[in-house]
């Protein structure tokens, strides 16, 4: 089924190749509108992206009702386009709502694709983010760094300004290509904050006793906002595959696009041929 014939009560767009199996993609932010994914550096010339437009993103309108309960949505998508087990993509934020998906779900999930996790919350493995910093001298890297210790917004506009910011602290380089990266994909406040309401006290325990598919984790070495200590703890907690990709921040389909696209469809490729040999 196309998503242009599903009745939802969020977006959802669609790329790649028509009545090939749909992988579910899910954004960042979070709660960022998902066009800063684009293609995932090319990835929907071979595999059918289904992207998700959580609540809160500007094409889905609302407010999340936090990355927990949001689960069900992704739930409901895959019921809605008559899948029995889903492939799921995420990043950043994405990622706790993908894990909420396999914890609550956990018949629906047949493999994840984590990109650039946020991983202490769920390790507990201190952020060293600081020692990826230390080699920035970028002027605009450093004032984006202050930001991003600083700055506590309490207005959407002043929120929408931090982000912008803060962005060349996000990216390994700041270069043109970063720079038109970072201006897509709108975020909001309200948007953000409702993605961390009613979130159970014990949504970590839950997660790290669940049995979680197969999974991969794709780091990137220069990724300030993760560090790398968290996310690779992160892939041993999940049991999971970890491709750590080097010289690249937090939005490694743009910067490390090859590397990316290698990682993501080697992946693919294993789980999806394991999936059609299931009975």
């Known amino acids: 089924m196309r998503v242009d014939d599903l009745d939802l009560p969020f977006a959802v767009t669609e790329m790649g190749p028509s009545g090939a199996d749909p992988v579910i993609v899910l954004p960042g932010g979070p709660c960022r509108g ?20 959580p609540r809160g993103t500007p094409r889905s309108g609302g407010l999340s009702r936090g990355w927990w309960q949001d689960a069900d949505d992704v739930a409901a998508l895959a019921d809605a386009l008559g899948m029995d087990t889903a492939h799921l993509i995420a990043h950043s934020a994405g990622t ?22 946020p991983a202490s919350w769920l ?15 970028d002027p605009a890297v450093a ?3 202050r930001a991003l210790e600083q700055e506590d917004p309490a207005t959407d506009d002043a929120f929408r300004q931090a982000f912008q910011r803060q962005a060349p602290a996000t990216y390994a380089h700041w270069t043109e290509i970063e720079r038109a990266h970072a201006q897509l994909g709108a975020v909001s406040l309200a948007s953000a904050m409702a993605w ?15 049995p979680i598919p197969p ?56 789980v999806l041929a394991s999936s059609s040999e299931v009975p």
Do not use: N
């Open 34 to 53: 998902p066009e800063y994914l684009s293609d995932l550096a090319g990835l929907d010339s071979t595999r059918r992206l289904v992207v998700l437009h």
């Open 96 to 117: 706790r709502l993908a894990l909420a998906v396999a914890t609550r779900h956990p018949h629906l999930v047949r493999s994840l694709t984590l990109v650039t996790p």
């Open 215 to 270: 999974t991969l984790v794709i780091g990137g070495s220069l990724d300030y906002l993760t560090g790398v200590k968290p996310v690779v703890d992160y892939a041993a907690v999940l049991g999971a595959r970890l491709a750590m990709i080097e010289d690249c921040g937090h939005y490694p389909w743009i910067e490390q696009p090859e590397a990316f696209l290698r990682a993501a469809e080697d992946w693919l490729s294993m």
């Open 143 to 145: 004032e984006a760094l």
């Open 196 to 210: 961390f309401d009613g979130i159970p006290a014990d949504a970590a325990e839950r997660i790290r006793a669940a």
């Open 123 to 137: 390790t507990g493995t201190a952020h060293d983010g600081a020692s990826i910093a230390l080699d920035r001298t």
